[in-house]
């Protein structure tokens, strides 16, 4: 497996698990190609075997990292995939110089919440409109 920084080569596969696992992003092929080029959002493909089986985005502002999407499709998950993309955000934010760096997560995701609670993330709030009905949660950690 390797976490390689995207690019246009990642770029359906990335709008694909988008749209599946974040719909209410809204966010297109376009859109998706829009913000790899903004120098403020990186975005990370893992690959298993040269195929793109998982991703991570993360936004910078100021002196704060968001993650904004992490998945990592069904039949690869269990093998640390998700843990390598959370620690290259934490890198990318390290390099940034960012001092914090929060991440959303719907209160029912009790895999994702196990997962950052492993980065030592803890619950810092709750977004104040609800996604697709759910509950989000705001987990955060010094970076
Ligand atoms: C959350 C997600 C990214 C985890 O990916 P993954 O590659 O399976 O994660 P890893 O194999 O690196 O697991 C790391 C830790 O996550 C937690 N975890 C992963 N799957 C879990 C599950 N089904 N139940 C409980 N905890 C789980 C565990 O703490 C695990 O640590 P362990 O291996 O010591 O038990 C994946 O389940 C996913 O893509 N879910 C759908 C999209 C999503 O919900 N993204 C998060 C949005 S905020």
């Known amino acids: 497996m390797k976490i390689a920084r995207a690019t246009r080569r990642h770029l359906y596969s990335i709008t694909a698990m988008t749209r ?10 376009s859109t998706i190609l829009e913000r790899m080029q903004n120098e403020n959002i990186l975005y990370f493909a893992a690959e298993e075997n040269g195929h793109t089986v998982g ?20 039949e690869f998950r269990g093998k640390g995939i998700g843990r390598a ?10 390099k940034r110089g960012c001092s ?7 209160e ?21 409109r609800k996604l697709w009905g759910k509950k989000i949660l705001i987990y955060g950690r010094d970076a």
């Open 20 to 29: 599946h696992f974040f719909p209410y992003t809204g966010f297109t092929f």
């Open 55 to 74: 991703f991570a985005d993360v936004e910078f502002r100021g002196k704060q990292a968001k993650i904004l999407g992490l998945a990592v499709l069904p």
């Open 100 to 106: 914090r760096v929060v991440m959303f997560v719907a």
């Open 108 to 128: 029912d995701n009790a895999a994702a919440q196990s997962l950052y609670a492993k980065f030592g993330f803890k619950k810092s709030g709750v977004l104040r």
């Open 85 to 94: 993309l959370v620690k290259k955000c934490l890198s990318a934010a390290k």
